[in-house]
């Protein structure tokens, strides 16, 4: 029973965060609050009982429409609760329920709200940044006082990826945003100089094959705004997940 019971406990809880992901998406860039306030269609301002406002059930419910004016509810909505619900079931299956998990639930969380707020206005809020390298901090804290990890790993992590971000920003003022190099220096503490590493060479080639395809499927040119934020995100996904098989697999090339 309870081993059925907790990867649904996990999928439910995954979604209602989600929700407030949702929340976070759409107001912080409006510079609205989002402690406090109903939630209300933003076509006809009617306000949203709690039975219309369930994640992803509602949305098939309610078939993706407003259940008083009819307006298309955004798909954002349902995939940003499915998205973040399926993040903590894979980092369930890698860490199980332990602190580590629940610090990189909470990571993974907010790389959804920075991916999906750079993806629509190229930018990256200081305040998510900020939040991130609080959290590492006390990640940090944890893993060198119960898990005996060295504490310069979390140092190291800090500059590893964001000085070479800054250095490409300083030759190409153009490329790079100072939002990816705050983001890479904060989740760097978080998560290690090993895999921050990893996460900016997986996070580049995604955004290089997101590229060849925008240039060649899209008929964009090498011009068109490509946000690096969400490729960085699902490159420190991707290490998060799998960084350490990854490394081992890539040391043994070479030794
Ligand atoms: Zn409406």
């Known amino acids: 029973m309870i081993i059925i019971a907790t990867p649904v406990l ?3 809880f995954g979604l209602l965060i989600g929700s407030f992901l949702n929340v976070c998406i759409f107001r912080i860039p409006l510079k609205k609050t989002i402690v406090k ?3 209300y269609c933003p076509s006809c301002n009617s306000p949203i009982p709690w039975y219309c406002n369930i994640p992803l059930f509602s949305y098939i419910f309610l078939k993706g429409r407003c259940r008083n004016c009819k307006e298309k509810i955004s798909l954002i909505y349902p995939t940003v609760e499915l998205l973040n619900a399926v993040l903590y079931l894979l980092i369930w299956k890698v860490y199980g329920l332990t602190v580590p998990a629940i610090f990189f639930a909470a990571l993974f969380s907010i790389l959804v709200i920075i991916s999906f707020i750079d993806f629509k206005y190229q930018i990256i809020p ?10 590492g901090v006390a990640n940090g804290i944890y893993q060198t006082t119960v898990l005996n990890v060295p504490w310069y790993n979390w ?5 590893a990826a964001s000085v070479p971000l800054l250095i490409l920003g300083l030759i190409f003022p153009e490329g790079m945003g100072g939002g990816d190099i705050k983001l890479m220096a904060a989740t760097g503490l978080f998560i290690g100089w090993k895999l921050i590493l990893l996460s900016l060479f997986i996070g580049a080639l995604y955004g ?12 964009g040119s090498l011009k068109t705004a490509l946000p690096f934020g969400p490729m960085l995100s699902l490159g420190i996904v991707t290490c998060v997940l799998t960084g350490n098989q990854l490394l081992s697999w890539y040391l043994s090339i070479f030794l």
């Open 126 to 135: 200081d305040g998510l940044v900020l939040t991130i390298l609080i959290l």
């Open 10 to 12: 996990i999928f439910i």
């Open 155 to 159: 140092v190291v992590g800090f500059f």
């Open 37 to 39: 306030g109903r939630s």
């Open 208 to 219: 290089g094959i997101v590229s060849i395809f925008v240039i060649l499927v899209k008929k």
